[in-house]
């Protein structure tokens, strides 16, 4: 019952998206409006594609159910992040797990005219 429980909860912030147009520094100085434009275009594309729907479908047919957070941080065409965090309750190779989950953001991305993206991948791991 507590991983329904669990699980419910974790889709319920599965999809916390952040869009992040200036980064910390930025703020001292002029955003560079170019920059900006292509953050702008950078998001709508997100938006039009699905992306974050489909990054997460392609984690579910490998298996990744047990998806936390999805974060998607963005400053300009070339300067993009997405941070994953993984529930998980059983021993896996964490190394192999990252990189896989870096391959199908990656992957999907790419499919979906948006280049790639920094991944950051976290594991947490289910305390019996």
């Known amino acids: 019952m507590n ?3 669990l699980i419910t909860s974790s889709f319920l912030l599965l999809f916390v998206v952040i869009f992040m147009v200036n980064s ?4 001292k100085k002029e955003v560079n409006p170019q920059d900006q434009e292509q953050a702008d275009m950078v998001l709508e594309r ?9 990054v997460k479908l392609n984690l579910e047919k490998q298996g990744f159910n047990s998806l936390i957070t999805f974060n998607v941080l963005v ?3 070339d300067k993009k992040e997405v941070d994953i965090t993984l529930l ?6 964490k190394e192999k797990t990252v990189t896989q989950v870096k391959n199908i953001v990656n992957k999907t991305a790419k499919e979906n005219g948006l280049g790639s993206f920094d991944t950051k991948v976290a594991i947490k791991e289910i305390k019996k």
């Open 88 to 93: 998980v309750d059983k021993d896996i190779n």
């Open 3 to 5: 991983k329904v429980v």
């Open 75 to 77: 400053w300009g065409k």
């Open 24 to 27: 910390n520094h930025a703020q």
């Open 46 to 54: 997100i938006e039009e594609t699905d992306f974050i729907d489909k």
